[in-house]
């Protein structure tokens, strides 16, 4: 089963107005972390904003914004006053299990969604 | 800065050759480092995990005799892929887990990419 479907393969907005890309995830682990990255042209992976399962506020970052729905286990992007620049494209990740790794033991992959490709119109 | 570096950031080879891409974390100790491999607008599909001083774990399809993984130092790791073939031409993202200099927990930072081309 896929543990994080992004159903949205593209996005447009207009330049200035917000946008919302969609994330929804599958997990019976009680402790994870949701991720969204960006990826431009350039092929590298921006790191935008965190969410953890057990954060009681939604998580924002500047204008980048995730509105974590924990029951319909939803981590929708919210991006705010779009610019060119955030062309691309947005993969949300999770990694279940806690953040904070005792005795510096690594575990918990991160497993990405199929990502969404937007474009940001002048 | 970045954080974690990796070499080449393009290669293009004949196929049967071996291609070996390195991947470092700078300025801290990566107890893990991952393989990522991505086809043209598609997501990022784990390859294989690692930890210092211990065999790579490869996830379900993939050929460790095809993808071998070395992680010998906290601050490096290789792919190298053998025997390349056309099909193996990808991009391949390395990431690595540890902590920075004053934090209190791990996190994961990516590589900027190896852009691999076989012929």
């Known amino acids: 089963a896929q543990k994080i479907t992004q159903t949205q393969p593209g996005m447009f907005v207009q330049e200035k107005e917000a946008v919302t890309l969609d994330c929804t995830y599958d997990?019976?682990?009680?402790?994870?972390?949701l991720f969204w990255y960006k990826q431009p042209s350039s092929g590298e992976m921006i790191f935008l904003i965190y969410q953890g399962s057990y954060d009681q506020q939604n998580a924002t970052e500047g204008r980048y914004s995730l509105n974590f729905q924990k029951a319909r286990k939803s981590a929708n992007l919210v991006i705010s006053a779009s610019q060119l620049g955030d062309s691309a494209m947005y993969f949300c990740?999770?990694?279940?299990?806690?953040?904070?790794?005792?005795?510096?033991?690594?575990?918990?992959?991160?497993?990405f969604g199929q990502g969404t490709i937007l474009t940001v119109h002048p | 800065g970045a954080v974690v570096s990796q070499h080449p950031s393009r290669v293009i080879c004949k196929s049967g050759t071996s291609v070996k891409i390195e991947c470092r974390s700078l300025d801290f100790q990566a107890t893990t480092m991952f393989w990522y491999r991505q086809f043209p607008k598609q997501s990022l599909m784990l390859m294989a995990t690692s930890n210092e001083g211990s065999k790579a774990t490869y996830e379900q399809g993939v050929e460790k005799d095809k993808f071998l993984i070395n992680h010998a130092s906290l601050t490096l790791s290789t792919l190298t892929v053998t025997s390349a073939h056309p099909e193996d031409s990808s991009f391949y993202i390395c990431?690595?887990?540890?902590?920075?200099?004053?934090?209190?927990?791990?996190?994961?930072?990516f590589g900027p990419g190896t852009r691999l081309t076989v012929l």
């Open positions: 990431s690595a887990r540890g902590r920075l200099a004053g934090s209190s927990y791990n996190e994961q930072f």
């Open positions: 997990t019976s682990d009680p402790s994870y972390g």
């Open positions: 990740a999770m990694r279940e299990g806690p953040l904070v790794e005792a005795g510096g033991t690594s575990y918990g992959k991160l497993t």
